[in-house]
C-alpha cells in the first residue's frame, strides 16, 4: 500500500483548494452533513503559522486539517477524511499534527476546539469515546436563505440601510461590533474590521439608521456561496424590528451583487432573538453544528 504523505501549508494553492473542496463534498455526500471549513488564514493571530495539513495518498488528497485562530490563546480545528480512507490512522496523525503545531505557536492544547455536526455524531456513535473528545454545552445552526420563508416587515428600506462600509468606517465598525458581541478585545474586532473592509473575497457592509452606523456584516463571496457573519446591531437598537429589517436589505444587497448563489449564516443555539430574526427572514436551518474538547 502506498504510504501516506503530510503537507503543512499556511495558505492554500487554487490546486490545493480544489483538492480540498473536492474531499468536503464527498464527505457531505456520505455523512449527511452540510457545513464547510473556512479554507482562509485571513483572521489567523499568526500569518506563517500552518493553518492546513493535508494528507495524501499518491496524488489523491484523503484528506485535511485546518486550523482557525483568530486569538492568540484558543484555536478551532476542522478535520475531514474522505470516507474511502478512514480507520487507517489518517485522522489521528491529522490530529496529532495540529496538536504539534499549535504547541510550537504557543497554543495551549486543552483551550483547542474541534468542529463536527450532529448528523456526523448520530451515525458514528463510538466517535466520541474513540477520539477521547467530549461535547461542548455551546453549539450552533448553519442556516440558508429560501425566499419563499421570508415574512414582510415592519420598516421600509428608507428608514434602515445597508450599503458597502467605506475606509473611513473600519474604526467605528470595530467599536459597533465590540459592543455588541463583548466576547473579546477592542483591538480584535478592529482588525477583524480591516481585514473584512481589505480582503477581495469579503465584502464589508455598514447597517446605518439616520446616517448613524449602529450595525455591521460581513458576507464572504466565493464559488460556491455567499456566506454571512459578523453580523451585529447596537444593543441600545434591538428589540424594535431593526436587525430584521436590516437582515432584509443585507439579502436584498446580496443578491444584486452574488446572483443566484446560495446564501448561508451561522447562529449560535442558545442565541433565540437572533435565530428567531433570521427564521423570519427566510432562512431555514440545514445542520447543528456540534464543538468538543478533549477529553481531560
Given at each position: ?88 490512522g489518517?485522522?489521528?496523525e ?26 456526523f ?57 465590540y ?12 482588525r477583524?474590521?480591516?481585514?473584512n ?41 434591538q ?25 448561508r ?32
Amino acid at each position: 500500500m502506498m504510504q501516506w504523505q503530510y503537507r503543512q501549508v499556511s495558505k492554500l494553492s487554487p490546486m490545493e483548494r480544489q483538492q480540498v473542496t473536492q474531499v468536503i463534498e464527498v464527505c457531505h455526500q456520505a455523512d449527511h452533513t452540510a457545513d464547510s471549513p473556512y479554507l482562509e488564514n485571513s483572521f489567523n493571530v499568526y500569518p506563517a503559522m500552518p493553518a492546513f495539513i493535508l494528507a495524501y495518498q499518491g496524488p489523491v488528497l484523503g484528506g485535511f486539517a485546518t486550523i482557525y485562530a483568530d486569538d492568540a490563546t484558543k484555536a478551532s480545528v476542522n478535520l475531514l477524511v474522505a470516507p474511502l480512507y478512514r480507520r487507517q490512522g489518517v485522522g489521528q496523525e491529522l490530529l496529532q499534527r495540529t496538536q504539534t503545531i499549535l504547541k510550537t505557536w504557543g497554543y495551549p492544547v486543552p483551550e483547542v476546539e474541534y468542529i463536527t455536526e450532529q448528523a456526523f455524531l448520530a451515525a458514528n456513535r463510538d466517535f466520541l469515546t474513540n477520539w477521547q473528545l467530549n461535547v461542548l454545552a455551546t453549539g450552533e445552526y448553519l442556516m440558508e436563505y429560501d425566499a419563499q420563508l421570508a415574512k414582510p416587515v415592519q420598516f421600509q428600506p428608507s428608514q434602515v440601510q445597508v450599503t458597502l462600509a467605506q475606509r473611513q468606517d473600519i474604526d467605528q465598525i470595530a467599536q459597533v461590533n465590540y459592543r455588541s458581541f463583548k466576547d473579546s478585545t477592542l483591538a480584535l474586532y478592529q482588525r477583524y474590521a480591516a481585514v473584512n473592509y481589505q480582503d477581495e473575497l469579503i465584502d464589508l457592509y455598514k447597517i446605518t439608521l439616520n446616517d448613524v452606523i449602529i450595525g455591521s456584516a460581513a458576507v464572504e463571496c466565493g464559488q460556491e456561496m455567499a456566506y454571512i457573519f459578523s453580523l451585529a446591531i447596537t444593543s441600545a437598537h434591538q428589540g424594535r424590528g431593526l436587525g430584521k429589517a436590516a437582515v432584509k436589505e443585507l439579502l436584498t444587497a446580496i443578491a444584486l451583487t452574488r446572483v443566484g448563489l446560495p446564501i448561508r449564516l451561522n447562529v449560535e443555539i442558545s442565541n433565540l432573538p437572533a435565530y428567531k430574526v433570521y427564521c423570519a427572514n427566510g432562512f431555514k436551518k440545514l445542520t447543528e453544528i456540534v464543538y468538543l474538547e478533549k477529553a481531560h
